[in-house]
């Protein structure tokens, strides 16, 4: 290039470095930018879950619970009939099995015969009472003559107008008519004794007819419960423990009911978790026999004492090597069963949510 001449840029040439300087420097502010973006979206998804972690308390240990009992009955006997089979669902006071009824029906026959046998004795000792209240009535009449007699006698002997033995033997025939007399009324005493110190009262009402009748009604009841019935709603199971032909003691549990309609949810949430749980709070359930499926709740009632407090080994915690362990409070669960609900079983198992309705406040920070 000749000295002294202009070099003159073209265009293309000065283009590129213009444009370069505002990229770099929108650069250096975009990435801080992105920066505190991505912290604030971490904050707030944070304070979200927060805000939101304080209201809803939860479990895995939790099991369903049923109503069931080992089904027995109170008399002895031999098995007659099972009217049930495994497995088979019942309703309330339906039969379940029978013993021979055949010993307590001629108890009961006994029982009754007895007791029309008391009815009997007691009207024949009211009517002896009432005899006995004639002879008294008759001997008292007898007392007052031999009295008369007497006292005509005891006058006239001291006249000489009759002899001495006329008046011993008007005093003896005195004498005698009084003991006899007294003879009636102790016998009406006793008899109106055994008619439990009234005369007038029913048979029905008497003492010995009460006791009697007392034993019809025993009678009556055993052989009521040689027929055993369902006393709820429920699925039978262990029939096959029972057979015709067996004897069956007393008290002897024949197999086990466990209730279709009574079913709730025994939860065991750690302590830590029931700062706001209380009974009335709605309960979402999960069965993990029936993924997808969702059923809802009550919690019902929350344990006064957590589950080792009754254990058979409480826990001793007054030696030197004490762990603090967090500790566990049984709630109980009072699920609702649709119609179109698969059927709870006792034992499965559940997750539950507790909705307590409580609400965290950012002020709560402070």
């Known amino acids: ?23 770099r420097q929108r650069r250096r502010w975009l990435r801080p930018l992105l920066m505190l973006g ?18 809803y308390a939860g479990t895995d240990n939790a099991y369903v619970q049923a109503d069931k009992l080992l089904v027995a009955t109170d008399v002895s006997g031999i098995v007659q009939r099972i009217a049930v089979h495994e497995g088979e669902q019942v309703k309330a006071g339906q039969v379940l099995f029978q013993l021979d009824p055949a ?7 006994g029982a009754e015969a007895q007791l029309r046998q008391t009815a009997l004795s007691i009207a024949a000792m009211q009517a002896d009472y009432q005899r006995i209240l ?3 009535a008759a001997q008292d009449a007898a007392v007052r003559l031999a009295q008369a007699q007497y006292e005509r006698q005891a006058q006239l002997v001291n006249t000489s107008a009759v002899s001495r ?42 003492p ?8 019809v009604a025993e009678a009556r009841r055993q052989l009521d419960h040689t027929t055993v019935r369902a006393p709820f709603a429920g699925i039978v199971t262990q029939v096959s ?18 209730s279709t309609d009574h079913v709730w949810i025994d939860a ?76 709870l079983r006792a034992g499965m198992s559940t997750e539950v949510s507790i909705d307590t309705g409580h609400v965290r406040h950012l002020s709560d920070l402070l």
Do not use: C
Not at 38 to 47: D, H, P
Not at 179 to 201: E, M, N, P, T, Y
Not at 313 to 330: D, E, F, T
């Open 38 to 55: 991505g912290v604030l979206a971490v904050a707030i998804g944070f304070g979200i879950f927060w805000l939101e972690g304080g209201r």
């Open 241 to 258: 423990s029972l057979q015709p032909g067996q004897y069956l003691a007393a008290s002897t549990p024949a197999f086990a009911l466990v």
């Open 165 to 206: 033995a006329a008046y011993d033997q008007a005093r003896f025939g005195l004498q005698q008519a009084e003991q006899q007399l007294a003879s009636l009324r102790a016998q009406a005493q006793v008899q109106l004794a055994k008619l439990g110190g009234s005369a007038d009262i029913p048979v029905e009402q008497h």
């Open 134 to 136: 004639r002879d008294m």
């Open 208 to 215: 010995e007819y009460l006791q009697v009748q007392a034993q």
């Open 103 to 109: 010993p307590f029906q001629h108890a009961l026959d």
């Open 268 to 343: 065991q949430p750690k302590e830590t978790d029931l700062t706001y749980v209380k009974p009335g709070d709605p309960v979402t359930v999960t069965v993990d026999t029936y993924p997808g499926r969702v059923w809802h709740g009550t919690v019902e009632s929350i344990s006064p004492a957590s589950g080792a407090t009754f254990s058979v080994l409480p826990a001793q915690n007054s030696s030197g090597n004490w762990v603090k362990v967090v500790q566990r409070i049984p709630v109980r669960i009072r699920v609702e069963q649709p119609e179109d609900a698969p059927r």
């Open 1 to 23: 290039m000749p000295e002294g001449s202009v070099r003159v840029l073209k265009p293309t040439e000065e283009g590129p470095t213009v444009r370069k300087a505002p990229q």
